[in-house]
T-cell receptor, first 111, second 112 residues
Framework: QQQVKQSPQSLIVQKGGISIINCAYENTAFDYFPWYQQFPGKGPALLIAIRPDVSEKKEGRFTISFNKSAKQFSLHIMDSQPGDSATYFCAVTGGYNKLIFGAGTRLAVHP | DGGITQSPKYLFRKEGQNVTLSCEQNLNHDAMYWYRQDPGQGLRLIYYSQIVNDFQKGDIAEGYSVSREKKESFPLTVTSAQKNPTAFYLC???????????FGSGTRLTVV
């Protein structure tokens, strides 16, 4: 039972370009939507998160866009840099419950 | 300095051996989790514990065991029944009144 679907599986972007990763969920009870960033050999770290009462949240070059009616949310990385090359996971949860993770997207930003 | 300490960073196991991975936290978080990550793959939940002396199986609990005798500690034992244990193991915690997880830096287990 896959409650969150993440795409694409991998992504190659040129330096300075925009990286876009998408997630779709099924359960309308979810109320917290974080994105995690993981570098090779490290644990994931919280990058940015959003609640369903807003449609967009921006932190520096990172933006979450949230579409409640479509049950989708996406991560946009503006002016992508080689240092952004990592694996990105979306996640969902409802209440103070365990997170359900997407399958991950491997981003490579080429100079 | 609050955080999660996973040890060892690298671990080698011989066929038929049990090994225990350590996860210690000083964040005063109630819930703790163990995930397995295979190369290029996502995170799969092994076990989780929301309170001391209680834990639940995740999606891939077979061949693993845990204990939660203290709030700060949630060790994971990879038993000989786990036929393909080579993977990257991640411990995470979450607070009772907070959302999201804090992850440790992981233990890479290799069968030799």
């Amino acid at each position: 039972q896959q409650q969150v679907k993440q795409s694409p599986q991998s992504l190659i972007v040129q330096k300075g370009g925009i990286s876009i990763i998408n997630c779709a969920y099924e359960n309308t009870a979810f109320d917290y939507f974080p994105w995690y960033q993981q570098f090779p050999g490290k644990g994931p770290a919280l990058l940015i998160a959003i609640r369903p009462d807003v449609s967009e949240k921006k932190e520096g070059r990172f933006t979450i866009s949230f579409n409640k009616s479509a049950k989708q949310f996406s991560l946009h990385i503006m002016d992508s840099q080689p240092g952004d090359s990592a694996t990105y996971f979306c996640a969902v949860t409802g209440g103070y419950n365990k997170l359900i993770f997407g399958a991950g997207t491997r981003l490579a930003v080429h100079p | 300095d609050g955080g999660i300490t996973q040890s060892p960073k690298y671990l080698f196991r011989k066929e038929g051996q049990n090994v225990t991975l350590s996860c210690e936290q000083n964040l005063n978080h109630d819930a703790m989790y163990w995930y397995r990550q295979d190369p290029g793959q996502g995170l799969r939940l092994i076990y989780y514990s929301q309170i001391v002396n209680d834990f639940q199986k995740g999606d891939i609990a077979e061949g693993y065991s845990v204990s939660r005798e203290k709030k700060e500690s949630f060790p994971l034992t990879v038993t000989s029944a786990q036929k393909n244990p080579t993977a990257f193991y991640l411990c995470a915690t979450s607070g009772a009144q907070t959302y999201g997880y804090t992850f440790g830096s992981g233990t890479r287990l290799t069968v030799v």
